[in-house]
């Protein structure tokens, strides 16, 4: 997705959709509980199976809602839940001879949901690995139980058809919803070389491109401003020490000037050894005040135990009828002049 296009956080999407899924799953534990106390004919490990799982659905949702646990956590134990209590189920009433005689029961509607949360909650390949064995276990058992039931003259055949369309569906939604999976981690890794520099790690100038159109777009009351900072006889480092040594440099200016920014504020890669700072909701004093600590962080400790450097800064804050490139116009022209007026030093736009 475009760095313009406001992103929902995943986590918190986690914990939302984990969140609805543990609660309807409480509502519908409770409603079986409900209705089995009125159905003579349930069993009384049928009660107590509910019952559990309304005590272990209900722990975990105010966990969940509390933040006392994490998300992982939380999902794991979800999923861990769902595919004792499915396969032990349907376990349950082949060995009994229900799944023969009745069919999958009311509780097989949840079969399916367990798919999704695999996919959501763990990585590609073991997602499919999990949701394969959970579909495959729940094939055999069903099927054991309808051959013996047919070796022995206890099978109704109109349970077959349900079952084996269960089963079927069931299949294509598993294999709808890999592939859907893997076209999105697939979109993800190029996504992600597209819009963070291999070298140091940071957004590229395509990812600030959008952050500057948000805030062109909606400008605080206060304004924004920019930094375009350059690593000062940059050449020199590599002519002297080697590129790999450059390299090396690139990076940990890229840590120092993140750990110098507040949590709004944006750096980039902008190219070669030159970085692009998005300070958001700043006016002109807060922008010099982060310029002071950016290079501060750069010069406050030699690089690779042995190299001293400085950065040049040139601000620019945002003025009325800006646009991106007027913008970093001005802020390239003031860094200029603070590498022809000696470097290591700051200069403001006007």
Known sequence: MPPNVPVFPFERFRRIFLLGVLGMGLLASLLSLLMSERSPG???????????????????????????????????????????????????????????????????????????????????RAALLTSAGYYITGVGIAAV???????????????????????????ALLVMIYLYARSQAEYSS????????????????????????RELGNPSTIGFSILLV????????????GHATGDQVLREVGMRLSSALRGEDEVCRWGGEEFLVLAANTDRQGAEHLAQRMSEAVRKEPFLGRLSLTVSVGLACWQEGDTAETLVHRADEAMYRAKASGRNRLEIAG
Do not use: C
Request: no cysteine; charged share 10%.
């Open 42 to 124: 349930v069993g009384s490990v049928d009660h107590v199976s509910t019952s559990i799982t309304i005590a272990l659905f209900s722990v975990l949702l105010l966990a969940l809602w509390r933040g006392w646990v994490s998300t992982t956590l939380v999902g794991g134990t979800g999923l861990s839940l769902m595919l004792a209590y499915q396969l032990s189920n349907l376990a349950y009433r082949a060995a009994n001879g229900t799944l023969a005689s009745g069919g999958l029961g009311d509780g097989a509607v949840w079969f399916a949901l367990f798919f999704p949360l695999t996919f959501l909650l763990l990585p590609l």
């Open 145 to 171: 139980s309808i051959l013996t039931a047919h070796v022995n003259g206890g099978l109704n055949p109109a349970v077959v058809n349900p079952i084996g369309q269960f089963f079927f569906s069931h299949l």
């Open 190 to 213: 190029v996504h992600h070389m597209a819009y963070t520099d291999p070298l140091t790690g940071l957004p590229t100038r395509r990812s600030m491109g959008g952050w500057l159109e």
């Open 230 to 241: 350059d690593i000062d006889h940059f050449k020199q480092v590599n002519d002297t020490h």
